[in-house]
């Protein structure tokens, strides 16, 4: 065997499975949004029993997390960001940030998830679909009716460093260290997430 | 005559020649960068005398800014944030961040610098450029050392907000009015311009 055949073997291997997935995934967000998108259309185009998907990916909102690439699913950050007390609530999200843009793994991801949103409408619709179905939601549910408004303030602090830091790469955030990052945003994230916002 | 020729006449008109030189300039400052690109050649390039580019444009910034269509010159914002009293500076910014937004003109312009910098890598090299160069610079002569750091802190907030409140439209910052956002938005600017960062 020469050369190793890619994706076109009557039976492919576990990741060739998980990657068939996530593209027939990708597609089914594109075209239909994140609600109207459907596991068992996904595993029709996939080529792949459905059940698949739940046993790579859990559910509907891992799997999108996947295909889009996003650098943490929210529910992880969200359960991250409340195990412990408020006081210190602005802390961890800087440092949760900060950590995301600084691993070169995590930071492509999030990068290319800013890239694909601000070139591709159908990207920014889907993503704003799920980010309120699921995130947003459960934050209500979890820290209240303000809950929306205060994560949406927060995240668009991040994307914006993510997008001055990284993309445009300006000097001072660029050379600022990790630290003196969390230090200038993390009383901005403790205001929006509890301080008086009106 | 029957269709109007447009940008082929021997004599173009005055919006004509403009477009020319605007178009001759984004052309040399993405082959170039923002330092290296030259008058000379754009006019070279456009096929006018130089004249008429400080005629239209004053100076290299402004031509620049017109022709990555920037929503505001950063010199006429610095000097609008600059005219008033400290203590205000960051309701002052929020007030200028979110009028460019609420105005359907600037805000296109806002949002298509993102898109265009978020898509094209030299975009991006040539706006750090401009910024570092013709805004971080004069801020810091203005405004002490600590300015660039400050001022790149805040526009970091003010992109994050064009890109999650106009692109991704999230719905908690879409359905925010400008007030409401103004009020969210000022004490972050006021930390950022003028209180502790670390």
Chains 1, 2 share one sequence.
Request: glycine letters at 8%; proline letters at 6%; aromatic letters at 4%.
């Amino acid at each position: 065997m020469p050369t190793k055949p890619r994706r076109s073997g009557r039976r492919p291997g576990l990741s060739d499975t998980r990657d068939l997935i996530l593209r027939a995934a990708l597609a089914q967000f594109a075209a239909n949004g994140y609600e109207r998108a459907s596991l068992r259309a996904i595993a029709l185009d996939a080529g792949v029993d459905q059940k698949l998907i739940a046993h790579y990916f859990g559910s509907k909102r891992g799997l999108f997390a996947e295909a889009i690439r996003l650098p943490i699913e929210p529910a992880e950050l969200l359960s991250q960001l409340l195990d412990g007390d408020q006081a210190s609530i602005g802390e961890r999200l800087a440092r949760l940030a900060v950590g995301i843009l600084e691993d070169p793994a995590t930071r492509e991801r999030m990068l290319g998830v800013i890239r694909a949103v601000a070139s591709q409408p159908e990207v920014a619709h889907t993503l704003r679909e799920f980010i309120e179905r699921e995130v947003l939601g459960a934050a209500e549910a979890e820290l209240g009716e303000d809950a929306p408004r205060r994560l949406a303030l927060a995240a668009s602090q991040i994307v914006g460093l993510a997008l001055a830091r990284h993309i445009v790469e300006l000097v001072p955030l660029a050379q600022a260290s990790s630290e003196q990052l969390v230090e200038a945003l993390a009383p901005t994230f403790q205001r929006y997430l509890t301080g008086p916002l009106d």
